[in-house]
């Protein structure tokens, strides 16, 4: 007779006290997706706490900021998003390891138009970020440079990790 854990589970492999889901992952469009929905799934029907962090991956290849955007929407998640302290140190970590922190890059933020906001490439508002003296100093630019957003740069994309 199977247990009420094994019923919620009955598309997926239970082993050592977690369920491991099996389930719909081949129909969505992403990886990141297939990472939240497991994440979900997870934690709504096997009773197990997940947390997501974002790991960032620097891409060597050069494009302008809208197409470094398409591109790690495509093969990731998104431009690197920081929306705290503790993301910052991640990103730091993750582009030391990576031999990024000597490269410019493109990363996800951008000033709206609209209200002169800044936000993230993913919609997030930006948080009160340790901005280099003097920056951010154009009204109309992307990631607080006076760089403009067709100018060709590598990019810093980020997937989430459990």
């Known amino acids: 007779m199977l247990t009420n ?5 009955i598309y997926s492999l239970y ?8 389930v ?13 929905w497991v994440a979900l799934f997870l934690s ?19 494009k302008i900021w809208s197409d470094a955007q398409r591109f790690c929407r495509e093969n990731y998640a998104d431009l690197s998003t920081i929306d ?8 730091k970590s993750d582009s030391n390891d990576q031999k990024a922190n000597s490269t410019d890059s493109w990363v996800g933020l951008k000033k709206l138009s609209v209200d ?20 951010p100093d154009y009204p109309d630019t992307c990631c607080g ?10 990019s810093i994309c980020y997937v989430y990790v459990i």
């Open 15 to 22: 082993i050592y006290g977690v369920c491991l889901t099996t």
């Open 116 to 135: 002169g906001q800044w936000v993230w490439s993913d919609g997030s508002r930006e948080i009160s970020m340790p901005w280099k003296p003097g920056q």
């Open 5 to 9: 854990k094994f019923q919620i589970c």
């Open 44 to 62: 709504a029907h096997c009773e197990l706490t997940l947390t997501l962090i974002r790991k960032h991956i620097f891409v060597n290849n050069s």
């Open 84 to 91: 705290s302290h503790e993301e910052l140190t991640r990103f």
């Open 145 to 154: 440079t006076r760089v403009p957003v067709y100018a060709l740069y590598f």
């Open 24 to 36: 719909l992952t081949d129909l969505l469009p992403s990886e990141e997706m297939k990472i939240a």
